[in-house]
């Protein structure tokens, strides 16, 4: 017979124990709602194949491209500067457009096929909607458990991860602009909002700067970054109104937005020049955003 007091010993060795492995349990259930979605969106390999070579082939035209873009890429090491199959005959030049998300295909079979040689690149294209969602909905739950809690993170990316107009294209095959741009979506917005609640100022710069790449990588890839551009610049306005901004907000605002444009500046000058970005209604408020809070800062703190 044991007594109380190692009774009482082993209690607590069961309540420490629980404590210390509870907090994995939200995780797990992440990993299994991310496997489902996964497992989902690749029910349709099979009918992804040619059936006169029996490889791997795109679900429709515009995922056609950017095959044709990675196949390019894969066989001469950069994408071409005219493609002569658009616009005959004077061909298309804007191919910059599909350069980030063409490499990205390759790099993701370059990376499958290490492990496994069997792996094609017309495989790896027509996974990547698959893959890119899977790493997506681990930045939409931070996003969301950083902003409320985990039980909400985890509803909404249930409901994420089988919503028709995402699960659509977010389809293996369907190896379009969105998945590859709701990714960094979530990772741009993940970051900014981890910035901003953080403590340290050094981190804090730092995780901005990240999510100023993101956006900016986003903006490479994907039209989409316009909500980015609009929600974050409504709301640090609203912030500033609310007089809850500080020169450690001003810095962190500053970082984000000046290292996104930086990359848009230089990586896709064509769309994202200084004219384009001022004109433009999204990018103008936060670049309005920008100039209020550093007028304020200049004139009425300093």
């Given at each position: 017979?044991?007594?109380?007091?190692?009774?009482?010993?082993?209690?607590?060795?069961?309540?420490?124990?629980?404590?210390?492995?509870?907090?994995?349990?939200?995780?797990?259930?992440?990993?299994?709602?991310?496997?489902?979605?996964?497992?989902?969106?690749?029910?349709?390999?099979?009918?992804?194949?040619?059936?006169?070579?029996?490889?791997?082939?795109?679900?429709?035209?515009?995922?056609?491209?950017?095959?044709?873009?990675?196949?390019?890429?894969?066989?001469?090491?950069?994408?071409?500067?005219?493609?002569?199959?658009?616009?005959?005959?004077?061909?298309?030049?804007?191919?910059?457009?599909?350069?980030?998300?063409?490499?990205?295909?390759?790099?993701?079979y370059k990376f499958l096929h290490f492990f496994?040689?069997?792996?094609?690149?017309?495989?790896?294209?027509?996974?990547?909607?698959?893959?890119?969602?899977?790493?997506?909905?681990?930045?939409?739950?931070?996003?969301?458990?950083?902003?409320?809690?985990?039980?909400?993170?985890?509803?909404?990316?249930?409901?994420?991860?089988?919503?028709?107009?995402?699960?659509?294209?977010?389809?293996?095959?369907?190896?379009?602009?969105?998945?590859?741009?709701?990714?960094?979506?979530?990772?741009?917005?993940?970051?900014?909002?981890?910035?901003?609640?953080?403590?340290?100022?050094?981190?804090?710069?730092?995780?901005?700067?990240?999510?100023?790449?993101?956006?900016?990588?986003?903006?490479?890839?994907?039209?989409?970054?316009?909500?980015?551009?609009?929600?974050i610049g409504i709301f640090v306005?609203?912030?500033?109104?609310?007089?809850?901004?500080?020169?450690?907000?001003?810095?962190?605002?500053?970082?984000?937005?000046?290292?996104?444009?930086?990359?848009?500046?230089?990586?896709?000058?064509?769309?994202?020049?200084?004219?384009?970005?001022?004109?433009?209604?999204?990018?103008?408020?936060?670049?309005?955003?920008?100039?209020?809070?550093?007028?304020?800062?200049?004139?009425?703190?300093?």
């Open positions: 017979m044991e007594s109380d007091s190692e009774l009482e010993k082993r209690k607590e060795k069961a309540l420490k124990f629980l404590k210390d492995y509870l907090i994995y349990i939200p995780y797990l259930i992440l990993v299994v709602i991310v496997w489902i979605s996964y497992k989902i969106r690749v029910q349709n390999l099979p009918y992804l194949k040619d059936i006169t070579t029996g490889n791997f082939i795109p679900a429709d035209p515009d995922a056609m491209v950017f095959f044709r873009y990675a196949s390019y890429i894969l066989e001469h090491g950069k994408i071409m500067a005219v493609d002569t199959l658009r616009y005959y005959p004077l061909g298309f030049n804007g191919t910059e457009e599909f350069s980030l998300l063409s490499h990205f295909i390759v790099y993701l496994n040689p069997n792996v094609t690149l017309g495989y790896a294209d027509v996974i990547y909607p698959a893959v890119a969602l899977a790493i997506a909905m681990i930045f939409f739950f931070l996003l969301v458990r950083k902003l409320t809690n985990f039980r909400a993170a985890l509803i909404a990316s249930a409901f994420l991860g089988v919503i028709p107009a995402f699960l659509f294209r977010t389809m293996a095959g369907v190896s379009d602009k969105e998945a590859f741009g709701t990714l960094l979506m979530f990772m741009a917005l993940y970051l900014f909002v981890y910035s901003w609640k953080s403590e340290n100022i050094k981190k804090s710069l730092i995780v901005a700067l990240l999510s100023g790449i993101s956006t900016g990588l986003m903006g490479l890839i994907w039209g989409g970054v316009n909500f980015v551009f609009l929600i306005l609203i912030v500033f109104l609310l007089n809850r901004f500080n020169k450690r907000e001003l810095y962190l605002y500053s970082a984000w937005i000046i290292s996104s444009f930086i990359i848009l500046f230089i990586s896709f000058p064509s769309r994202f020049s200084i004219s384009n970005i001022l004109t433009s209604t999204t990018t103008s408020i936060s670049i309005f955003a920008l100039a209020v809070i550093w007028i304020d800062y200049l004139i009425f703190q300093k």
